[in-house]
């Protein structure tokens, strides 16, 4: 083992004991102290899952006890992934989970904030890095991730380490570029964007790999499990009610934005289509615009927001992917980047969305009569989605910058790794 190597290794424990020692309100309100009907109960539909596996019932018909009957809406593979999840009790599931999603966070805000981490110098590096990941699970997308018992923050991680390929050591390097995001997107549909992504970018090899590992998990689960693979690809993803109410607070994204407040019917789809459709063409130019630059982990934060916006269903746990987002524009360093992105953190932190919801839907969580009369409460009651529009056309503003000739080199953590020259050690 290398001194490098050696030196990493309490960095990473000292980092994770300041946010375990952090989270200890949560660990309390979420896993000592919940209402049982409401504990991980993101984490008992997939446990529920992998259980319908064991005992041969059907997975896609198959609900979480009362009062919450949740079905399970993720590909079939995923239910595959949570056989695990069966073996234990659920309590040790639940708390196990809830800490290695901390530690995935942890690695997400490591690898989206390395320089910014490598030039700490009023502090310890590990003592920034906890920071920087106590504040993210302030958030509410991520408190929510831990609160349910959620998948995003192992996603999240697998998708950045694959597009941005960061210094994180050989292991990386022996994972073919696309693997990472092709079993996200056999796991969860919504990171096959990534897939388009290195289509656009022309990184034909990792978006062959990450296509094939995609369709031949797919076609795997087929032969493992032919039942539910057809009731999910035949049935259950045609039926977007299964995921809950579309109109309701919680979704964020454009459509959920549009089936509050905008045109009913034909109408009401067609601006829907063409606003995904602009959107897209800004978030993914941007993103290409922002990976010919050298800037991967600029790409990697465009095409994360705009796969919230587009997606038709995007919860605020969702949001978890704007997390890299947030350090990227608080390591620039640049005054108007940085205020940008305390004021997208503490949209996520006050709860901006659910002040509206309480103000405007009288008190009923999940069937808004929504009034909107009051501009001000109805523009916070959108306010995931207009944080994440704003977002984008900011990102796309340092996209262009970064594109020009003069512009200064991107952050250590959206460069690729160079194994031929070896790290010099750095602080933090």
Known sequence: MTDDRRSRVPRWLLA???VVVGTVP????????????????????????????????PVYEWFTPPPQNLPFTYPPFASILAIPLALLPFRVVGWIWF???????????????????????????????????????????????????????????GCLLDVVRPRAGRWLDRIPQGVLVGAAAAIKLTPAIFVVHLVLTRQWRAAATAA?????????????????????????LQDPERLGRNDGTANQSLRG???????DGLAGDLLWLALVALVLVVGLGSARRAHLAGDRLLAFCLVATTALLVSPVSWTHHFHWLVPTMVLLVATRRRAYVLAGVALWLTFVLHLT????????????????????????????????????LTVILLARLAAQRSRPDAAPPADAARPSAPSVPATPRRG
């Open 257 to 263: 934005v549009l089936l509050r407040l905008g045109p």
């Open 354 to 389: 659910w002040w509206a919801h309480w103000r405007l839907v009288d008190q009923v969580i999940f069937e808004p009569s929504l009034s909107t009369g009051d501009p001000f409460w109805t523009v916070l009651h959108n306010s995931y989605a207009i944080a994440a529009v």
């Open 16 to 18: 994770y004991a300041v």
């Open 99 to 157: 800490y290695l999603q901390l530690l995935a966070t942890l690695g997400i805000v490591r690898y989206a904030g390395a320089g910014l981490i490598a030039r700490a110098t009023r502090v310890p590096g590990w003592l920034l890095w906890g920071g920087l990941t106590l504040a993210a699970a302030a958030t509410l997308p991520v408190a929510d991730g831990l609160r349910y018992g959620q998948v995003n923050a192992f996603l999240i991680l």
């Open 212 to 236: 094939g590992t995609a369709v031949g998990i797919t076609l795997a689960t087929f032969v493992l499990l032919p039942g539910p693979s057809f009731a999910f690809w035949g049935g259950a």
């Open 26 to 57: 949560w660990m309390v309100l979420y896993l000592l102290r919940p209402d049982d009907q409401h504990w991980m109960v993101d984490l008992e539909v997939y446990r529920e899952a992998g259980l319908s596996n064991l005992v041969g019932r």
